[in-house]
């Protein structure tokens, strides 16, 4: 079990170019969530997937974020046209529906956003 | 729609003494999931216990215990023997068959 990874760690880039970020969960895992934190604050739900269904949005995601897991394993978090006000840490993090640690979310350890 | 809140925006206590760190919540939910993650300094979300709403047993594990109160929708945490290792900012967080809502979390510095 390798945990959750994301890529990049780090992301510098300028307002109103487009960026992407990679979530890859634990394995056996069929659920993965996205959230944004912002400094000093909680993590804020995003969107989820179960499998390569997108579950929910969260009124937070605009219409330039869009997330995608095409075959239900790793995913992706687009972020087009960004501005500053998108800078936060996004944080992925994958559950299992079954087994005894069901629905305990596990994260990885984010991407920080920097938009200049 | 669930809420979290923590009214403890950061807390102290001595070495190998003991801490509570409070937590209320609120859902409409019958079945749900309490938990305490713990985030060290540029580190990330860590889980350090869960608690299911059915069960009246609170949680332990090793040093971390909670007291959940479900009639008044309460669920601490309490931390045995505290090291400095336990600094962290800790969040509680609740769901059902839902993403998790956090709280704003309690900033715990360890003295040595």
Known sequence: DTGVSQDPRHKITKRGQNVTFRCDPISEHNRLYWYRQTLGQGPEFLTYFQNEAQLEKSRLLSDRFSAERPKGSFSTLEIQRTEQGDSAMYLCASSSLTGDRAYEQYFGPGTRLTVT | ?112
């Open chain 2, 1 to 112: 729609a669930q809420t979290v809140t923590q009214s403890q925006p950061e807390m102290s206590v001595q070495e190998a003494e003991t801490v509570t760190l409070s937590c209320t919540y609120d859902t409409s939910e019958s079945d749900y999931y309490l938990f305490w993650y713990k985030q060290p300094p540029s580190r990330q979300m860590i889980l350090v216990i869960r608690q299911e709403a059915y069960k009246q047993q609170n949680a332990t594990e090793n040093r971390f215990s909670v007291n959940f109160q479900k009639a008044a929708k309460s669920f601490s945490l309490k931390i045995s023997d505290s090291q400095l290792g336990d600094a962290a900012m800790y969040f509680c967080a609740s769901s059902g068959n839902t993403p998790l809502v956090f709280g704003k979390g309690t900033r715990l510095s360890v003295i040595a």
